[in-house]
């Protein structure tokens, strides 16, 4: 099985960017499949346009534009590339990193499926500082990556004790319905619970409180959406459920620190 070393990945390499430790690496997907391989290093694969099928020895991810992927260092797997455009952004974290920072990456073992939008706009956020290098471009990356680690570390840990079947459920509803503006009271009677009891214990196990969970979900969908060119900002305005485009750049701006066109003039350079 073909090990990739740093920065090595199948396709079309558009930039590389290297800082402490830490390899950015901006690729165009080009191979139709590519057979079972795996990095020396954990890394991320955050995709940010079109779509790639992507297998490990458990499970296979269909992964849209806005999907995210951890792997740890020497886990294998495979991909498979519809018809089509698909880039892909990934973030190489060396041995030496963790390391340095005293941070144990055996705490996230396997390949990861991140589902939580704070961590998806995060990788939004290392994105964009790649193509600005300039000289705190390292010192943010560090940081942010640190800031996401930990995000991540906490989702395992309560993951770890066990999800009432009414979170996992309200996760679904959340994540399948984030156009829909469903109100506390049809979120409760879906889940045969409370509307207390669902305003209360919301924070212990997505750690913020429901109306900016559902805020960040429409803006993670608009990130996704913005890298079609063929899309507006009035049709992702409405397709993500906020009220009109003033709306839509309010919220997003606040959650994402630019605008939607300063954040699209990014994504095609």
Not at 211 to 239: F, M, P
């Amino acid at each position: 099985m073909r090990q990739l070393r740093t920065g090595q990945f199948h396709g079309q390499t558009n930039q590389t960017v290297n800082m402490g430790g830490v390899t950015l690496t901006d690729t165009e997907y080009t191979q139709d499949k590519v057979d079972w391989h795996y990095h020396e290093n954990a890394y991320f694969t955050f995709i940010l346009q079109g779509n790639v099928l992507e297998g490990n020895k458990k499970e296979v991810y269909n992964c849209e534009a806005g999907s995210l992927l951890f792997h740890h260092w020497q886990e294998p797997h495979y991909n498979i590339k519809p018809p089509g455009f698909t880039r892909g952004f990934h973030v190489e974290l060396a041995h030496d990193w963790f390391r340095h920072l005293d941070f144990d990456i055996n705490h996230l073992t396997g390949s990861i499926h991140v589902l939580n939008p704070d961590l998806k706009i995060l990788l939004y956020k290392i994105f964009r500082e790649s193509k600005l290098t300039d000289i705190t471009t390292e010192l943010s990356v560090q940081t942010i990556l640190l800031e996401l680690l930990s995000k991540m570390h906490q989702d395992q840990q309560t993951a770890l004790h066990g999800n009432p079947i009414w979170v996992i459920r309200l996760r679904e509803l959340l994540h399948d319905n984030v156009s829909e503006n469903l109100s506390l009271s049809e979120l409760a009677h879906q889940l045969g619970i409370h509307p207390v009891h669902l305003s209360r214990d919301f924070p212990k196990y997505f750690h913020c409180r429901l109306g900016e969970y559902i805020r960040k979900l429409k803006v993670e969908k608009a990130l996704s959406l913005l890298a079609q060119k063929n899309k507006s900002l009035t049709d992702i305005t409405y397709e993500c459920g906020f009220a009109d485009q003033s709306h839509f750049a309010r919220c997003f701006k606040a959650v994402n620190d630019v605008t939607p066109l300063a954040h699209r003039r990014v994504l095609f350079g």
